[in-house]
């Protein structure tokens, strides 16, 4: 394809204005299915180079199809596509979101042992019960691009966040900035290719509910389903199988009832709900300028030592 959508700039670019590294940079996405996308140059020669922008290999355990993806390439071409591309891989794509959120929560000298905690809940056969359920009804119903729904739950949140602090972006045009880039980047995480990140986001909401409850309890007093889902929560990040199943079953007969739920609702649904609440609401407070303020102080090359800068 001949263009691509920049998550971060909410705009569409021409693949020959872009370089290799822009597409990690400037999470630079296909414009009609919203997955990661890679820049390739075939013939190098200045005249007759051919620039375009290409959807990482598809993942076949999905029925997912674009338009704008060509198929039957053949692997020979997937290659010589990989070589032309100059190592821009798709976890390099991911690793940007998972990078600005460890330094965000966790900060700057645990960004690499926040990720590596955080990824280690993706064995967790009890987290993906919830993440798979939450993940595939979204996919199956279309919430995942419904912006009416995308905003009202980051309106609540930033509702939320203005009630308790006032620390959340000041004008109008900047809190629309955020939320037009973290619902960009929600679809994104929402694709196969993307849903690496949905997972990491995922749990990274898991540990962040749990905290929010427990401080919660040095401010009040808890409802009996915080304290409920306080300690099965807790012990699902550690339990052999035997205990994992008993507490799955004790959650989805758990109810919670009104003004916190419809009536009679399983705590299951309670679970979901809130970790998508968090999910919002850690996309919406990233600091996108600051990952574009430093994608642009990154030399696009190393100068060589014998050239003199001045
Ligand atoms: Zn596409």
Request: charge should be neutral; charged fraction near 25%; include cysteine.
């Amino acid at each position: 394809m001949k263009l691509g959508y920049s998550n971060l700039l909410g705009e569409l670019l021409q693949a020959e204005k872009i370089d290799y590294t822009d597409c990690k940079n400037f999470q630079i996405v296909c414009p009609n299915c919203k997955e990661p996308i890679f820049k390739v140059n075939r013939n190098q020669e200045e005249e007759k180079s051919l620039h375009y922008l290409s959807h990482y290999n598809k993942d076949k355990s999905y029925n997912l199809e674009c338009e704008l993806r060509v198929n039957g390439l053949s692997k020979i071409q997937i290659e010589t596509e990989n070589t032309l591309s100059r190592n821009q891989r798709l976890k390099y794509f991911l690793k940007v979101l998972q990078k600005t959120i460890a330094k965000r929560h966790y900060g700057v000298d645990n960004i690499e042992i926040a990720i590596k905690n955080i990824t280690k809940l993706n064995s967790n056969p009890y987290l993906k019960l919830f993440r798979d359920f939450e993940f595939n009804t979204y996919l199956k119903y279309n919430i995942a691009s419904d912006e009416e729904d995308f905003f009202s739950q980051a309106d609540l949140y930033i509702n939320e966040i203005k009630n308790i602090s006032s620390e959340f972006y000041s004008t109008q045009f900047s809190i629309d900035i955020q939320k037009r880039i973290a619902f960009d980047i929600w679809k994104t995480i929402y694709t196969p290719n993307g849903k690496p990140n949905y997972i990491f986001l995922f749990h990274h909401a898991y540990f962040f509910l749990l905290n929010r409850f427990r401080l919660a309890q040095n401010e009040r007093k808890l409802y009996d389903w915080e304290i409920f889902l306080i300690s099965r929560m807790t012990k699902l990040l550690e339990c052999d199988v035997k205990t994992g199943e008993f507490i799955i079953q004790e959650i989805s007969n758990y109810n919670i009832d009104p003004p916190f739920l419809p009536e009679k609702s399983s705590s299951f649904l309670k679970i979901i709900t809130e970790l998508k609440h968090e999910m919002v609401g850690t996309l919406l407070g990233l600091p996108y300028f600051e990952i574009l303020r430093e994608s642009m102080s990154k030399p696009a090359f190393e100068v060589p030592p014998n050239v003199k800068t001045f």
